[in-house]
């Protein structure tokens, strides 16, 4: 298994299995599976709203010798809706009550956007709550409580722009890691540019393009990064799947790959594309598909009456 060497000198599995949009009843079975491959790195967040039965198959996991505790990395995130920093510590005690663990390995901050606490999902106006209200780095001072009093071992952000993390950067205990969508047709230059001038190591979520994202981000036209033809053709080449042509690509970048599935023979083959190697002639053919593509495009930060646009949401990274 390949890993990433954090700011702190922590080593984190670089490949893991994600959990957004795994089905309740199906992603307990996908946990245990996982480990049982040999997946070392799980990445969970409360919002997903399946944490729960998560946690039940990391405790049967555990309590049956699959893998010990302290060989899995476990990731989980703090949802907007308890931003401020008297917020945090509740939050991330019910994630681990939830996830049945003493306490993460990663706790990152979901969204660069606050909700009041009763208001999840937003369902007008008055439900946002704006970055002079709950400035960022007030939550990230709550961040660095939970992390102080052991609840998780690292901190850091999602959906974070470059921007962003260089404001970030100035915070004490600055996030050591930024987790957001990346795959080919969302390369993120700008955003690995300040990500490694800052020593911060990126996550790449929707790594396959995410597939199984809801109807609400699904628009006609996008194209489907699983059957490019780019893709398609060099994993002919080497007698590999485009799902794990797209893993290879990521962690021959050095980042983190999450991909979600909840089907076994799925789970098995993306593990294959973690030691799957690329050639520069391979990744340079990859790295030309790049056209600034979100699938999660944050568009639903930004609906009428919302203090959030697209724009100050990514900074004008793309
Ligand atoms: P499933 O869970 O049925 O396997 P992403 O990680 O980019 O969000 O992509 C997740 C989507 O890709 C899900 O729809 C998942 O479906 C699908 N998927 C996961 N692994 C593979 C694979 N190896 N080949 C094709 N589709 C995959």
């Known amino acids: ?23 309740p009843g199906e992603v307990g079975a ?13 990445d969970c967040a409360a919002v997903y709203g399946n944490e729960a039965e998560v946690g039940d198959a ?31 510590g509740p939050a991330l005690e019910r994630t681990l009550a939830d996830l049945r ?13 606050a909700l009041r606490a009763d208001a999840s999902p937003p369902a007008g106006p008055g439900d946002y709550l704006s970055l002079e209200e709950v400035p960022l780095e007030e939550t990230w001072t709550g961040m660095r409580g939970v992390k102080a009093r052991g609840l998780c071992r690292h901190i850091g952000v999602s959906n974070y722009s470059s921007k962003k993390l ?16 990346m795959h080919p047709y969302l390369r993120q230059d700008r955003l690995a540019g300040a ?33 490019d033809p780019t893709v398609r053709a060099i994993a002919a080449e080497l007698s590999a799947t485009p799902a794990q042509v797209l893993i290879a690509w990521a962690l021959e970048r050095g980042t983190c790959a999450i991909p979600k599935s909840t089907n076994p023979g799925r789970i098995a083959e993306n593990l294959g594309g973690a030691s799957l190697e690329l050639d520069a002639a391979s990744m340079a053919r990859l790295d030309a598909l790049d056209r600034g593509l979100r699938y999660v495009h944050g568009a639903f930060w930004a ?15 793309v």
């Open 58 to 88: 990391f405790a049967r996991a555990f309590a049956d010798g699959v893998v010990a505790r302290e060989d899995v990395w476990i990731t989980s995130k703090l949802w907007c809706n308890a931003h401020r920093e008297s917020e945090v």
């Open 101 to 113: 663990c003493e306490y993460l390995d990663l706790y990152l901050v979901h969204w660069p956007v």
């Open 30 to 42: 996908a946990v245990r599976t996982a480990l049982e491959l040999g997946y070392r790195h799980i």
């Open 195 to 227: 990500a490694s001038e800052h020593g911060v190591r990126l996550m790449a979520y929707s790594p396959l393009g995410s597939g199984a994202r809801p109807a609400t981000l699904q628009r006609s036209g996008d194209p489907v990064l699983l059957e």
């Open 1 to 23: 298994m390949k890993h990433l060497e954090l700011a702190s000198g922590a080593r984190m599995p670089a490949f893991g299995l994600g959990t957004w949009n795994s089905a």
């Open 303 to 317: 609906k009428e009456g919302s203090p959030y646009t697209v724009e100050t949401l990514w900074d004008g990274d």
């Open 166 to 181: 260089r404001s970030h950067a100035a915070f004490d205990d600055p996030p050591e890691i930024d987790q957001v969508e």
